[in-house]
């Protein structure tokens, strides 16, 4: 079944603990995105990636780091989590203008 | 800056009532405008791309049309199932960036 997955599913974290949301796709798709979703704000674009190795500021990248060592894989980090990154995170793959969502990360940051 | 509008905010209407949703875009060079599907705690579900002014596509209760400013998403005789948030996002030639708007919460009333 293609599909993209997300780990974890809830996250309660505190300020400044280093935490890794991992997302991955089975579909070889080169395109790959990170989202945040925010009430009253919409979907937000934090970074995508073209493809292995390649990887670009979306429009909310401050605070996050990414990579994309393989193409299935695309892990978002934040090495210093604060609490105006508590928000519901979406991974998704692209092939061709469709987008394939992730089942959503949901942070709490104390 | 490129940017995407929807309205109305929230919709209401009972079954079979249809209607339109708006979404309003100012994008450079647009390659694609996408509506998606969104339930409550899921991540978004593809529903349609459009590439040019004129262009329709539909499915099922669902009719998607582009203008060289907006788009509309027609619902005809639309069921509580169809209850919702719709969103809609563009790229465009200049980058490869997706925006989004800020969706239009749609609740059909049996």
């Known amino acids: 079944e293609a599909q993209v997955t997300q780990n974890p599913r809830y996250l309660i974290t505190v300020t400044g603990k280093k935490l890794t949301v991992t997302c991955s796709q089975n579909?070889?798709?080169?395109?790959m995105s990170w989202y945040r979703q925010d009430p009253g704000l919409g979907l937000r674009q934090i970074y995508y990636?073209?493809?292995?190795?390649?990887?670009d500021k979306g429009d909310v990248p401050e605070g996050y780091k990414v990579s994309r060592k393989e193409k299935r894989n695309f892990p978002l980090i934040l090495e210093s989590p604060s609490p105006n990154q508590t928000s519901l995170y979406f991974c998704?793959?692209?092939?061709?203008?469709?987008?394939?969502f992730g089942p959503g990360t949901r942070l709490l940051v104390l | 800056e490129d940017q995407v509008t929807q309205s109305p905010e929230a919709l209401r209407l009972q079954e079979g009532e249809s209607s339109s949703l708006n979404c309003s875009y100012t994008?450079?060079?647009?390659?694609?405008l996408f509506w998606y599907r969104q339930d409550p705690g899921k991540g978004p579900e593809f529903l349609f791309t459009?590439?040019?002014a004129g262009e329709e596509k539909e499915k099922e209760r669902l009719k998607a049309t582009l203008t060289k400013k907006e788009s509309f998403l027609h619902i005809t005789a639309p069921k509580p199932e169809d209850s919702a948030t719709y969103l809609c996002?563009?790229?465009?030639?200049?980058?490869?960036?997706?925006?989004f708007g800020k969706g239009t919460r749609l609740h059909i009333l049996p």
């Open positions: 998704a793959s692209i092939r061709g203008e469709t987008q394939y």
């Open positions: 579909m070889n798709h080169e395109y």
């Open positions: 990636s073209m493809n292995v190795e390649v990887t």
């Open positions: 994008v450079s060079g647009l390659r694609g």
């Open positions: 459009l590439y040019s």
């Open positions: 996002a563009s790229a465009s030639y200049r980058d490869d960036k997706i925006i």
